[in-house]
């Protein structure tokens, strides 16, 4: 039986200085985005407003972490070109950025000397990582809280080298 998936909301309320998130992956699966990806795909039509329905069950928890403080940040690692699904996730970061998220891209082969975790990740205020991983197909397949420090340690220093290497997401085009 697989495990629910994390509480966002949880997490990202238990911030206090930090919140994370490295994506190393060119396509995702997950179910809540089929249609809207598809339209995509159709017509090239994406939904940046953010305070549309769809977004309504992130935007206000990132406004809300950031108002308080929390330093929001996310990192995708990308291969060159990019993927359709690539296209479509940095059509719609400028959601992300509005509500107060910071994003960087790196290509992927100016990531290949950077000790990397396996899986996608949120590192919370340096001490807690939840690590997220998906099936083949970009399905969500699981997931695993880890506070130990020395993954803390490896998953931190990755970050943040691939967010010194990576572009911001205004200089970055697909």
Same mark, same amino acid.
């Given at each position: 039986?697989?495990?629910?998936?994390?509480? !966002? #909301?949880?997490?990202? /309320?238990?911030?206090?200085? #930090?919140?994370?998130?490295?994506?190393?992956?060119?396509?995702?699966?997950?179910?809540?985005?089929?249609?809207? @990806?598809?339209? @995509?795909?159709?017509?090239?039509?994406?939904?940046?407003?953010?305070?549309?329905?769809? $977004?309504?069950? $992130?935007?206000?928890?990132?406004?809300?972490?950031?108002?308080? =403080?929390?330093?929001?940040?996310?990192?995708? *690692?990308?291969?060159?070109?990019?993927?359709?699904? *690539?296209?479509?996730?940095?059509?719609? #970061?400028?959601?992300?950025?509005?509500?107060?998220?910071?994003? /960087?891209?790196?290509? &992927?082969?100016?990531?290949?000397? *950077?000790?990397?975790?396996?899986?996608?990740? $949120?590192? *919370?205020?340096?001490?807690? +990582?939840? @690590?997220?991983? !998906?099936?083949?197909?970009?399905? $969500?397949?699981?997931?695993?809280?880890?506070?130990?420090?020395?993954? +803390?340690?490896?998953?931190? =220093?990755?970050?943040?080298? +691939?967010?010194? &290497?990576? #572009?911001?997401?205004?200089?970055?085009?697909?």
């Amino acid at each position: 039986m697989t495990e629910p998936l994390p509480d !966002f #909301t949880a997490l990202l /309320r238990g911030a206090r200085r #930090t919140a994370v998130h490295l994506e190393m992956r060119d396509a995702y699966g997950v179910a809540d985005e089929a249609a809207a @990806f598809e339209e @995509f795909k159709r017509s090239g039509a994406v939904d940046t407003d953010p305070d549309s329905p769809w $977004w309504a069950g $992130w935007v206000p928890l990132v406004r809300e972490t950031v108002g308080r =403080g929390v330093r929001l940040r996310r990192a995708r *690692i990308v291969s060159e070109p990019v993927t359709d699904y *690539i296209r479509w996730e940095h059509a719609l #970061t400028t959601v992300n950025l509005a509500a107060g998220e910071q994003v /960087r891209w790196l290509p &992927r082969r100016l990531a290949s000397d *950077i000790p990397l975790p396996g899986n996608d990740l $949120w590192l *919370i205020d340096d001490r807690l +990582v939840l @690590f997220h991983w !998906f099936s083949g197909d970009g399905a $969500w397949a699981g997931h695993r809280y880890c506070e130990d420090p020395a993954v +803390v340690e490896l998953v931190s =220093g990755a970050f943040e080298t +691939v967010w010194q &290497r990576g #572009t911001p997401h205004a200089d970055y085009a697909v």
